[in-house]
């Protein structure tokens, strides 16, 4: 039972719980199962097929003989891009089963998901669909008689690891980009939230994508994930991992692929970015932009602003502005529109934001509000709001993936670049000043994938998204993502009695 009032999971139908492999759902070979839980309710939804090794085996054989011998690779760009536009139309008639899903397995709540997250999926496949049929070649200058060109060539088995705190988006941004190049591909979902992209899988079904170009393995890291990243048959992993401990996870990910067959991964391992606030700023919009992305989906984002810099003369004035909005943050059921604060994904997370809430009460930051455990059921946290930060604490180190909101402060333009980039992280960040100068200096200072100048959370299909340092490399979305899915040929001819070279 949700904080406030009633909750609806108990009774949603769970349709497909199986592994989809060339085309269909089928039980594990070993015919194991695991449960996948309801963390507002700590109830289990359903017994999800669990596969291992030798189901990663038969997925990749399915998505093998489709990229080598099927019709997926070899449709033209433009029979692709209707298919995916089929997709895309399929994602938008089922927003409502999806945005359930998502809630149920996952925690999240409906109305962002079924009004924002949902429809983002859907034109993430329309915006790479219009990308399947400009994948082009370029004619090149040589300097003897010969003709050349290249061509850009589909990478072939990709095998793509999905994180749990958002399966659809990250479902779309990973494979719309590799079906718009022709790859055919191995898909992993958390194991914490298996049930949505087992639907997507469903869906790739009705949409007419040829079987063995999707396949769906549900299981656990250790054995599903470590099979498709050191299998040899796979020429790509594209992994995201949204979790405190991803790098080191990143950094296994990467052995097994360097021991195996060397194929190219893409890495997105978390960060601890900075939420830079400068005394020019508009207070009030920069509270509203701190709150929004710190608790936003729990705060279970690896983009969070968790380190906010205030300067010192508007530092008072701001922590008291947050600290009334982050009170008056609206908790209760994940279906209730008015809601803005659902449980943690999984025990795991709750534990682990517990403890860091623990850390930063002993190692002497001041608890404004929240940090305690809401509720005798469900993985609920109020929001929290620390003050009085030190940058040599954990809260202020580590990736909390959670409701926890911290704020430092600091005094002049030089210090604050210096404390922003004392990470190991750099995925994205945010500046908040009416100052151009200002604004220039520090985004070209930050050491980040992204800098966000006057806003926040300003992800879209259209800008590449990636990170610095130990927060990855590659990046997703903007054109720039197909080419993890992309390979480079030269074809050279000689040319006789040409008039020009």
């Known amino acids: 039972m949700s904080p406030n009032g009633s909750y609806k999971s108990t009774t949603h139908e769970i349709k497909f719980t199986k592994l989809f492999i060339n085309g269909e759902f089928v039980d594990s070979i070993s015919g194991n199962t695991f449960m996948t839980i309801d963390p507002a309710t700590e109830e289990v939804l359903a017994k999800v097929a669990e596969g291992r090794e030798e189901d990663v085996d038969l997925a990749v054989k399915a998505a093998r003989e489709a990229f080598d011998n099927g019709p997926w690779p070899r449709l033209s760009g433009e029979a692709r891009r209707k298919i995916m536009l089929k997709f895309a139309d399929l994602i938008d008639e089922n927003a409502d089963e999806l945005a359930t899903l998502e809630v149920i397995d996952g925690g999240k709540l409906f109305g962002p998901v079924r009004y924002f997250e949902v429809p983002i999926s859907s034109e993430t496949f329309r915006y790479f669909a219009g990308a399947a049929d400009k994948i082009r070649g370029a004619t090149l200058k040589m300097s003897s008689n010969i003709q050349a060109y290249t061509l850009r060539e589909p990478i072939g088995v990709v095998g793509h690891i999905i994180p749990w705190n958002g399966p659809a988006y990250m479902f779309a941004t990973k494979v719309a980009p590799a079906l718009a190049a022709g790859c055919t591909m191995v898909i992993k979902p958390a194991e914490q939230t298996p049930l949505t992209v087992l639907f997507f899988a469903h869906l790739s079904k009705l949409a007419g994508v040829p079987d063995g170009v999707i396949n769906v393995v549900n299981g656990f890291g250790e054995t599903a994930g470590a099979a498709i990243s050191s299998h040899m048959d796979i020429d790509a992993v594209i992994y995201y991992v949204t979790f405190t401990g991803s790098t080191e996870v990143g950094r296994t990910v990467m052995q097994a692929a360097a021991t195996s067959n060397l194929k190219p991964v893409s890495l997105e391992l978390g960060g601890k970015s900075p939420f830079i606030v400068f005394d020019d700023a508009d207070v009030d919009k920069a509270a509203e932009l701190a709150l ?210």
């Open 292 to 501: 929004m992305g710190n608790l936003m989906n729990k705060g279970e984002m690896c983009v969070a602003g968790s380190r906010i810099f205030v300067q010192e003369g508007i530092h008072d004035v701001f922590v008291k502005k947050l600290e009334a909005m982050v009170k008056g943050w609206p908790m209760g059921d994940p279906f209730d529109l008015a809601t803005r604060h659902g449980p943690q994904n999984n025990k795991q997370q709750y534990e682990k934001v517990l403890s860091c809430i623990e850390h930063g009460k002993k190692e002497g930051a001041t608890l404004v509000t929240g940090g305690k455990p809401i509720g005798k059921k469900g993985y609920y946290i109020e929001p929290t709001l620390f003050t009085d930060v030190m940058d040599d604490m954990t809260i202020a180190k580590e990736e909390i993936f959670g409701p926890v909101i911290s704020v430092l402060k600091f005094k002049t333009v030089e210090e604050v670049i210096k404390r922003a980039n004392a990470t190991k992280y750099g995925l994205t960040s945010g500046v908040m000043t009416k100052n151009i100068d200002i604004a220039n200096t520090v985004s070209r200072s930050i050491r980040a994938g992204a800098v966000w100048i006057n806003c926040y959370l300003a992800l879209d299909r259209d800008a590449p998204h990636g990170g610095y340092k130990m927060s990855g490399f590659g990046r997703e979305q903007g054109l720039e993502a197909l080419e993890h899915y992309l390979q480079v040929k030269t074809v050279a001819t000689p040319i006789y009695d040409s008039p020009w070279l």
